[in-house]
């Protein structure tokens, strides 16, 4: 069974503090994305990876960077965590060639105070 | 970035009621996903689609892909409860690897 694995599901930080997402595959998929769902907004795209140590960025990065020091994990970095984060957070995972079936984690469901 | 526009954004219906939902844009695409989320879960692939016109079919699902590849429709027959979720389409232009997503239609069937 494929499997996308973030470390939490929910999760309360104070506005300043950083905060660390964290995802894992166990597919061996080149691709790994981070995304940001926010009610009649859909999914957009913060950061993805294409390869370990590199990084593209998405449609929102702004506040956010990325980690992906091995294939199987892609971490997301909230530097300096504000309300305006607040927001349920998916990674997912897919194979090199465009337009592949995505695999998610479950979610994190992040409030900042 | 291109824009995919669904419609409806909220859709409450009887079961054993059908309804389509659709998913449009100016662009078009190599392929079309959708997706279903249910609460507290990521999304979960449905289907592709990837030839203009192409129906596909998974049980009570009907899946269309426009002719010209800027639009797809998703049918349910004979809802049930279980139909209940978020339904997201996501398209891929074929020159970047990542998915554009749109925002979806919150699908209720009530019994």
């Known amino acids: 069974d494929v499997k996308v694995t973030q470390s939490s599901r929910y999760l309360v930080k104070r506005t300043g503090e950083k905060v660390f997402l964290e995802c894992v595959q166990d597919?061996?998929?080149?691709?790994m994305f981070w995304y940001r769902q926010d009610p009649g907004l859909g999914l957009r795209l913060i950061y993805f990876?294409?390869?370990?140590?590199?990084?593209e960025k998405g449609d929102i990065p702004e506040g956010y960077s990325v980690s992906r020091e091995k294939k199987e994990r892609f971490s997301l970095i909230l530097e300096s965590a504000s309300t305006n984060q607040t927001s349920m957070y998916l990674c997912?995972?897919?194979?090199?060639?465009?337009?592949?079936?995505?695999?998610f984690g479950q979610g994190t469901r992040l409030t900042v105070v | 970035t291109q824009l995919l526009e669904q419609s409806p954004q909220f859709l409450s219906i009887q079961e054993g009621e059908n309804l389509t939902v659709y998913c449009n844009s100016s662009?078009?695409?190599?392929?079309l996903q959708w997706y279903r989320q249910e609460p507290g879960e990521g999304p979960v692939l449905l289907v592709t689609?990837?030839?203009?016109?192409e129906v596909k079919k998974l049980k009570r699902l009907t899946f269309q892909f426009g002719d010209a590849r800027k639009d797809s429709s998703l049918h349910i027959t004979a809802a049930q409860p279980g139909d209940t979720g978020l339904y997201l389409c996501?398209?891929?232009?074929?020159?970047?690897?990542?998915?554009?997503f749109g925002s979806g239609t919150q699908l209720t069937v009530l019994p």
């Open positions: 662009s078009v695409f190599s392929s």
């Open positions: 997912a995972s897919s194979v090199l060639r465009g337009g592949t079936e995505a695999f």
């Open positions: 597919m061996d998929h080149e691709n």
């Open positions: 689609v990837v030839t203009g016109g």
């Open positions: 996501a398209a891929d232009s074929g020159s970047a690897r990542q998915l554009t």
């Open positions: 990876s294409y390869d370990v140590k590199m990084k």
